[in-house]
């Protein structure tokens, strides 16, 4: 059999493991870019699928390896907004501000309550 399209060399490399891979990677990039973009519809995320062929030729044959990479941009992480306060201690109020009862809240750890 002689081989001339790329797509059959494609499919017949590593015995069609090299396809399977392929395929599966492009899916999980495209169910990340997917997850991405209806998370955030007013952004554009992109990626990448790289596949690398290598090809060494000795004595009139060659030998075909090859090498698949890919690339999601990074999920953003939320951010937490705290005050910090004179003694460096995080606070959810800020510490300028008094309660009207009360005085500063407290920054130390505190339990929780049980439930009534």
């Known amino acids: 059999m002689k081989i001339r399209e790329a797509s059959i060399l494609l499919g017949a490399l590593e015995g069609g493991e090299l396809n399977r891979s392929l395929s599966a990677e492009l899916s999980k990039v495209l169910a990340e870019l997917h997850d991405m973009s209806t998370e955030d519809v007013k952004k554009t995320f992109k990626g990448e699928v790289d596949i690398k062929i290598m090809l060494a030729a000795e004595n ?35 510490p300028n501000q008094t309660d009207m009862f009360k005085g500063p809240r407290d920054t130390a750890t505190r339990t929780a309550e049980p439930a009534v």
């Not at 953003?76 to 959810?92: C, D, K, Q």
Request: proline share 6%; net charge positive; no cysteine.
């Open 60 to 94: 009139g044959a060659v030998t075909i390896s090859s090498e698949i990479k890919s690339k999601t941009p990074k999920r953003p992480r939320a951010r937490s907004f705290y005050w910090i306060t004179e003694n460096g201690e995080l606070s959810t109020e800020h």
